[in-house]
């Protein structure tokens, strides 16, 4: 059982821009944290970012699993997804990153693998600073009548020089899974749970998806990768008997702040908090969504 009162050891898999530029410094600075080593697919990348954090490089996954108590994976979904069972298997607890996989069963399969160990779902969203009080303001209100959460992004733009642009995952899968989970853990807690789903494709990776929730209340939300960099921006607005809210223009408080926020969410959990409202039941949900817009969209 880990203890209420020492560090967590954490081990990082992953070692791309995202690991190199917020999971592992994050994980490092953090007081709660005992950062025990990192694994990634290239021995190399693996031993210069262990380096660069001060920590040990490890070839073997299996390996660091079982020094740690906890992982934090920074991986392409579905790379993520076998990892995390693998884990959670073996009882430790999960940081993951969205989507947790992008077929529906290897998103249940891993939020059965999940049921006894905590999990924390990083939606950059829900742990910003002055985003998440707003998403929470706006879930203890009633009576919305529509909403629209739009992440309209460039990183794919001629002019734009972006360093997930070379991501294959994103290249394959695109903005509706890449930046579709953003909008979904925005509206979810605020409208309810989703009960159908239509898609449309607008230029290039661009796609529109049409929700109706559970509370009756219906939901818009664009989404690109490939806007042109004048174009791109997030934006959410909620329409309702009390008027109109939109999304703060700040929200941004920084990946790596969000994310330390995130730790302390898995922290909560491991110690007796109880679920996150971001754990692997709402990834297992986002990917089931997410899924149903795919097929609409071929259809």
């Known amino acids: 059982m880990t203890s209420t009162t020492a560090p967590l050891r954490v081990g ?8 190199a530029r917020v999971h592992g410094p994050a994980l490092a600075a953090h007081p709660g944290i005992t950062l025990a080593g990192v694994w990634g697919r290239r021995p190399e990348a693996a031993a210069a970012l262990a380096k660069e954090l001060s920590t040990q490089a490890y070839d073997d996954v299996d390996a660091l699993i079982a020094d740690v108590d906890a992982v934090a994976i920074a991986l392409p979904p579905d790379v993520q997804a076998p990892l995390a069972v693998r884990a959670a298997r073996a009882g430790r607890h999960l940081l993951l990153d969205k989507p947790v996989a992008t077929t529906v069963e290897g998103a249940r399969e891993l939020a059965e693998a999940a ?13 910003s600073a002055a985003a998440a009080p707003w998403i929470d303001e706006q879930s203890r209100v009633d009576g919305w009548h529509s909403a629209r959460v739009d992440w309209v992004g460039s990183i794919y733009a001629p002019d734009t020089k972006n360093p997930y642009a070379e991501s294959p995952w994103r290249h394959e899968r695109g903005a509706l899974w890449d930046v579709g989970p953003h909008a979904l853990s925005v509206l979810l807690p605020v409208l309810g749970d989703v009960t159908e789903v239509t898609a449309l494709r607008g ?24 806007a042109p960099d004048r174009a791109s921006g997030v934006s959410a607005e909620f329409r309702g008997a009390e008027g109109v809210v939109q999304l703060p223009e700040v929200w941004g408080d920084g990946a790596l702040a969000s994310y330390g926020t995130a730790i302390d969410a898995l922290l909560d959990g491991v110690r007796g908090g109880g679920a996150h409202p971001c754990d692997v039941r709402l990834g297992l949900r ?12 071929a259809r």
Do not use: N, P
């Not at 990082?12 to 690991?19: C, M, P, Q």
């Not at 049921?115 to 742990?127: G, H, K, P, Y």
């Not at 986002?286 to 969209?297: G, M």
């Open 12 to 19: 990082l898999l992953g070692t791309g821009s995202w690991a």
């Open 115 to 127: 049921a006894d160990v905590a999990s924390v779902v990083f939606f950059t969203l829900r742990f």
């Open 203 to 226: 230029r290039l990776d661009t796609v529109h998806v049409l929700l109706r929730h559970a509370s009756g209340a219906s939901s818009s939300t664009v989404l690109s990768l490939t």
């Open 286 to 297: 986002v990917t089931e969504i997410l899924a149903q817009a795919e097929a609409a969209l």
